[in-house]
Structure formats: C-alpha cells, structure tokens
C-alpha cells in the first residue's frame, strides 16, 4: 500500500486500460517495485534537468492484475487477513481487487475520520490546525511540533475548527473513486484503522513500518545530518491524516504547510524511530551498483545507528581458538550472534530454522556497517548469515571495539596468538574501508592452482549488475570474463577471468580517463582485500596476477638499452624496433610471431621468435634457431639471442644444441608475459592468448 501512496499512479492506457505506471529516474525504485509489481513494459522515456544534472527518466507500466492480486493474497493470508480478524471489519476478508478495497475504506470511513480527529486533538493545538485549515495567501503557518497537548479551554472555543477538519476528511470519502485520490488516502486509512482495533504492538509496528517506507521511497525524505525524515503531500487533508497515523503509533510530527505543498516532518529522536521502522521492516538495502542504492534508506541505516548498542559476554576456549557471544541491540530489539577466533580471521555468524530472523539479523549487521547476506545451508531448511575480519573492520566503531575487546582477553588467557591477535586489532582499531558497490566476489584456487574469482547468486538483477559493472569499467563479457544465468533456483555466477583481471589491473593504470583509473583501481583493491581474505598462497598468486596487467604494454622496445651477462660474458643490448603478429599455419594452427630489431655487442640484426601451443597440455612455447650465417656462427647468434632475451624479460631461455649441429632457443611462458610488457607487442600477445586458450 505504501508504493502505491507514492511513485507508483493508476492511470488509464492509450487502450483506455487501467494499468500501473510509474516514472522514476532511480534504478532502485525499480528494483524494489519490479519485485511486487513485475513491470512489464517501458513505455516512455526522457530526459529531466536536476540539481544533479540531466537524469534519464523511464516511465514503466504494468497491468491492474498485478495489485489486484496482491491485494487478494493480502486479505487472504497476510495483513488484510489480520485485520479483517476484528469486529467490524470482517467484511474485509472478501476484498478482491483495487476497486474492492477502495469500496470497503469508503464504507469505513468514520472510523477513519473519528480516529484521526482524536489523534490531532492530542497534538494540535486550535491555532496551529486553524492556519493549516485556511487557504494559502491566509496567515503563514508557525508550525509547532506536536506532542504538545492543547490547553482544554482552546479545545473547547476551537469546536467549529474541529467541525471543519471532520468536514474536510468525510469530503474525502466521496473522492474514493477516483484512483489518484484512493492511491494516496487507503494507506494512511489503513493504518490508523489497524491502530485503532489492534493497538500499537511489535506486530503493528511492522506492518507501519513496511507500509510508511513505501510512501517514504515515493514522496519521502531521510537526513542524517538533520536528523529529519519528511513526508509530502500537495493535499492537506492527506497530510493531516498522516500527522495522525504517526501520533497513533507514538511518533510525534509537524504538519507544516510549504509553499503550494505540506510537509510532515519528524525530527529528533522520533525520526531515529521512525527511521528504525523504515530500515527493519521496509525493502532490503541493495548492495553492488550506486545506482542500486536506495539513498533514502541508507540515510535512514545512518540515522538509526546512533542508537546502536553492542555486548560481548561468554568467552570461552575453543579447538581452534576461542568463542564468544556477541549482541547488537537497538530500540529494545537485540540479536545475539556467535563469534570465533579462528585459525586464519575472525567469524561472526548467526543460523536460524526462522528465516525472518536471520533476515533481522542481517540487518542489525547492516545497521553495525557490515554488509552480509542471508543464505540457506545446503538442502536443510536452516538460514545463516556470517561475516569475516575485513567485512567486520569496515563496521560500525562500536562493533569493532567489542571485538578487539574479545580479542584482547582472548590473548591474555593464551587462546590465542598474539602475532596473529596483532593483525586482527589494527584493522580492527583504524577501521577498514572496503569498497563498496561491488558484489562479493569469492576467491580461491583451484585443483590445479589456477586463480578462481566468481560471483554467485540466485537473483539474475545481482548477475546482471555485476555484469554490467565489470562493463562499464572496460572488460568485455567472453573475453574477460563468462556469465551464467540463475536457472530454477540454482546459482548463476560472474565469473572473472585471469586475463580480466590483468585487464582491469592495467586498466588502473592506463584507462582512457580518471574516471576509467579510478573504478578500475578501486576494483583492484578490494579484489586485494578479498584475496587477503583467503589465504596468503591467494593473495600472492593475485598480487603476481595484478603486477603483470600493470605492467602490461607500459615499456617501449624502441630505443631501450641494457647490459647483462650470459656465460660470464657482458652484453649490450640495443633495440631498435619491434613487433609482433598473429599468423595461421597449415592445419588451421595459430601462431604468434615476435619480431624484433636490436644491436648486440654492435652486431645488428633481425630476431624472431614464434609461439605455438604444445598439443598435450596447450602449454605456450616459443621456438628460434640460431643462425649459421651470422657473424661467430651458431653459438655466437644463440649467445646474443640469449643476451636480448635475457635483457627484455630478465630471464635467460633454454638453449638445446641438436644433434646435427642445430642450437634452439626455447622460451615459455614467463618469458612471453614479459614480453607483454612493451607496447608494441602487448595487444598480439593478448589476442593470442585469448584465441589459443589463456
């Protein structure tokens, strides 16, 4: 009902169809409502100038079915149910439709009208509602925060302001039947009928809270500095009926006219448990692409935090180390986690058959600054969600603190090693910044040591976006990295290849632009963190991975010059020019042809060297033969092949002397990527590698 109050209109096709529409520039508005609402087609787009610059809008649409049947689950099963459970209000398990429930709030209307009259009598006093009953070009509204309660003698001389208010609601009623009044009254209606017959408990509470975060994603807004979450109408009577809604569940507000517009606003205290409200029980906060982010509830996480409250208590000796309780607490409401000192980092974690509790959990750690989804364990019905050191050093401050505590008594009764501990309580004590907005790409080796970096979820949006980021920073799908879609509740994944890596590396470092470096950079940095992570022996195969791609392409052949010393002999080495191909032998075979001008010991000459693919294990080769006409003969050639060689990558190859007197040069492919580290042959060597297998 919240969504509907807000972004999302009924309107009418040009068919003449009644459908939902919604126009919104904000990826995570549609995120969120493409969840309940499905949308089905895109039906206008365009361009709006905002303090923020040009925004794209996208004006989306779905069919009336699709609020029809939510509402129809609702009244069977879920909240309409619950209310249609109290006398007078029974008829409202019979709801169907929109148009239903449009009828039934219109033949309930004065339990509407009489419940918000009582709430604004409590918060109003006769002056204050007065200037907001007088048309504007009237006296200027001095709001006052409510909570104050009238002085009874003004109550009593105010009786025809009072009489204007009922007037003004049950004119409402009669504008029911039309959508955009219904869309913005049956929210607020609903509520103060559910406080009215059901009182304000934990269960009230979370129907308010998942209702009014629709209406503050639409028309809301949340500040942290300000301490403020404000809500807008262009009708007062909507806003009033608001005003009462908060008072009925113990929030205290200002209903405070601006310009042509009226705003309620909450602040202080009531906004942090307004805002409480608006992260526990309203949309979950997207993690991944900024886009995603819903600003306002991130806003609100700020908001509420201030209230945060972190324990320890239990610490007790494990097999690998130590144990203890933890518990994050906030408005009454705690959740009490178990946290272990292992071997190689800190776990925290929380499991539970009640997957709404893991959920609360989940989101009391994004309240303490840690990001962690919620999971299933294997095929049982068990829910979990669980963090790591880094992710808890990138938490709140009272987090962290409560756990450099355990940390430090851990060490004091010996469970734990103090070199390790060590580690642990710097990040813990200066805090580490992850990089946020990028999914959380798993890390390890495979069987065969080769670098896996993979992302996995059910949810094809987080596939898609994780995709999309890689895109937008400069990797190409297939080339640097794979994707698989989620199928029948199974994992898709984003799956980032080594040359991905590398690319995005040298990306860091030779993008186009800054903003290119930055992203790429950022990427690269928690894709470090992450390795950290995992193990040493993955952090350094991913730290070689990384130093490759930057230095990829970042020297130049033309014009270097080096001394080295091959067999007890010194080299100089001066290369002149450089290049290479890619070239198609019999047999459909593709070679890699490495070309190279140079000056050893002031002998000129043109090197070459090609790479093929060994055929059993698609290992890369290069392959030269020293020549018998030059200037010493063979071994004097393959002595300055060496030297080169030696000299571009900083190892010697192989040399083999043949039987009928042939000597060849081989190089593997270390050699190769160095010498992916000059320009001029960087690209060829690239595309090689990508065509013949990485």
Known sequence: MGLIDSDVAIVRNRKGERVLMMPTSHMWQLAETHALFNWSRVVGLRMTLTLEGPKLVVMVEAPLDKLDEAIRISAEREWLKMLSDKEGLEDLMYVKSWDDLKRWVAGHWGIVVDAAVRQLREVLTVEELERLLTPEGGDALEGRKGGQVAPRDKQKDGKNVW?????????????????????????PALLLMQAERLGVDETTLKYFGAVISGAIGGDGHVSAAMKEVVLTSGEREIALLWGAVLAAYGIEAEVRRVRSTFQVIVSGGDAARLARLYFRYGPPLLEGDDRLKNHKLAEAVRLEAEGLSVSWEGLRQTKNGAAADLTISEGGVAVKYNIYLREADILLE????????????????????????????????????????????AGHEKLRKALAEVVREAVARGWVDADKAERWLEKLEKGLTLKEGWPKYEIGLSGSGALVVRFGSTSPNSIQQAAQQLREMGLEEGRHFTVKKPEEGRDGYVSILRRGLERAAWLSVHGKDEQQRRLAAKFVEYILQRAEKAGEEVYEKVGEIIEEGKARGSLTLRGLEKKVEVNGETYVVKVIDGSAEIEESWGDKLLLRIRITAEVNSVQRDYEMTYSRRKTDNAALGFAVARADAPGGREADAERYSALIKALTGKEPKVYRKSDGKIEIVCGRGHLDDFARYAELADAIEEWLEKTGQ
């Open 163 to 187: 009489e204007k208010l009922k007037h003004r609601l049950n004119a409402l009623m009669d504008m029911l039947n039309e959508d955009k009044i219904a869309r913005e009254v049956v929210a």
């Open 350 to 393: 929380f499991h539970s058959t009640d997957r709404g509790r893991v959920e609360l959990a989940s989101r009391f750690l994004r309240l303490a600054g840690v990001g962690a989804e919620v999971k299933k364990e294997g095929g049982r019905d068990v829910w979990y969600v669980k963090a790591t050191t880094d992710r808890l050093a």
